[in-house]
């Protein structure tokens, strides 16, 4: 069994920044791809960024290229994910997940 916790989510401006982290346990964090989703209300949970396991490759959806950095830190079992020039639309609650595990999430609004 996998745990994933979600942390730091909360309300920013528009233009603001946060950084999200997602602390896992249960398995050995370093040899498996990580990912971010997120779900905003009324719509589908949808892919935002992933990471592989040694960090040297990621991808990310192209409604937030250029402005999130997925990173993580395999000495401290955990993934990030810093979210620069927030939007409206970033609004949601933002999920962890390693196939098949997923966190609780975190909620991101972002005011206009």
């Known amino acids: 069994q996998v745990q994933l916790v979600e942390s730091g989510g909360g309300l920013v401006q528009a233009g603001g920044s946060l950084r999200l982290s997602c602390a896992a346990s249960g398995r050995a964090f370093s040899g498996y791809t990580m990912n971010w989703f997120r779900q905003a209300p009324g719509k589908e949970r949808e892919f935002v960024a992933a990471i592989t396991s040694s960090g040297g490759t990621t991808w990310y959806a192209d409604s937030v290229k250029g402005r999130f950095t997925i990173s993580r830190d395999n000495s401290k079992n955990t993934v990030y994910l810093q979210m620069n020039s927030l939007k409206h639309e970033d609004t949601a609650v933002y999920y962890c997940?390693?196939?098949?595990?997923w966190g609780q999430g975190t909620q991101v609004t972002v005011s206009s």
């Open positions: 997940h390693t196939r098949p595990y």
